[in-house]
């Protein structure tokens, strides 16, 4: 493979322009793009005017020189776009949520063991931002012993007004666990270094928008490992007056030290995002993470060239999802019986 072609199927969340910017920075070659409605594909075609609007995802599947697509399509019509792509032979990357049911989980692990293609997800609060890219490297290296405690806070801007109506059903988005706080599940199971967790409790609400009553706005979860534990909590909260879509935090715990990542903001601090505060035996740090390099992108093609699994495990990506989605089903197991 010289040069990896790629096409965008389903631009329904505007994360696709992330996915799409991560491959591209990486060397990947968009050729086109399928999207039934026209207000996004000239919105897309704006962003990306040399692709191509292709009329149907048939032409797509059956062109054997791409190699991957990539989709951010309703949550809920992931998993069988992807299914169909990687039984057509090609690798894919969707947004998360993956899927939105367990059932949908079970089909694409089936499919992607029976294709041997690559099935993976942009976490992007990991592997978009550069100061948790940096964590890694510091947990990896000893910087704070063994991690025993991960803090991952997810908080979103709901921007009410924009969001279109398959965001506010249940049944499209998936619940605000198995979406947003797949994130932090990924997260997790990363600084831990652990191919599996136990959700120990999770619940949702809906506290601020009651006109809306199957859009979960707030998410807690519980989990360990056996030797580390977490807690995750997800909102659709972030006040007006924020400079950014929400203040994305991680704390993790370690044996000799500790780390705080600052993703988006520093309240009232420093300016700009990917602030690290590193504590341990030698002292305490500020590390400026904005100019860290974001491998993803670079990984995962070269994963799709040499069929290898270094940009993300296959087991992470999927253990990840499951762990959302379990938690997911535990929470509204809970607010039902409230």
């Not at 096409?7 to 990947?28: D, E, F, M």
């Not at 694409?108 to 063991?113: G, I, S, T």
């Amino acid at each position: 493979m010289t040069e990896l072609r790629f096409a965008a199927v389903g631009l329904n969340h505007n994360h696709i322009y992330g996915q799409v910017n991560c491959l591209l920075r990486a060397g990947a070659k968009l050729v086109g793009f399928h999207e039934r409605d026209d207000a996004l594909a000239a919105e897309f075609t704006a962003a990306y005017g040399d692709a191509p609007r292709i009329a149907t995802l048939e032409q797509i599947l059956e062109d054997e020189s791409i190699g991957l697509i990539t989709s951010a399509a309703v949550s809920s019509q992931r998993a069988e776009l992807a299914i169909s792509a990687m039984r057509h032979g090609k690798d894919v990357l969707v947004d998360k949520p993956g899927m939105t049911s367990i059932d949908q989980l079970a089909k694409v692990r089936r499919a992607q063991a029976e294709t041997g293609r690559i099935f993976s997800i942009l976490y992007s609060e990991h592997f978009e931002s550069p100061a948790t890219v940096k964590a890694g490297e510091l947990v990896a290296a000893g910087a704070i012993g063994e991690v025993v405690h991960l803090v991952g806070l997810g908080p979103h801007r709901l921007r009410k007004e924009t969001r279109p109506d398959w965001f506010f059903r249940r049944s499209d988005y998936g619940g605000i666990l198995a979406d947003i706080a797949s994130h932090q599940c990924e997260q997790f199971l990363f600084f831990t270094q652990a191919s599996d967790a136990t959700i120990l409790s999770a619940s949702v609400g809906n506290r601020s928008v009651p006109d809306a009553p199957e859009l979960q706005d707030t998410g807690n979860v519980h989990l360990s490992t056996g030797r580390a534990t977490g807690m995750i909590h997800v909102n659709w909260l972030t006040p007006d007056g924020m400079p950014t879509w929400g203040d994305g935090r991680l704390f993790i715990v370690g044996t000799t030290g500790t780390i705080e990542v600052r993703k988006t903001v520093d309240l009232a601090g420093r300016a700009g995002g990917n602030h690290l505060l590193l504590a341990n035996r030698k002292g305490v740090e500020h590390i400026d993470c904005a100019d860290i390099e974001l491998p993803f992108g670079r990984q995962l093609i070269a994963d799709i060239r040499d069929r290898t699994e270094t940009a993300m495990p296959q087991d992470r990506c999927f253990k990840a999802m499951e762990l959302a989605l379990q938690a997911q089903a535990i929470a509204e197991r809970t607010e039902e019986k409230s």
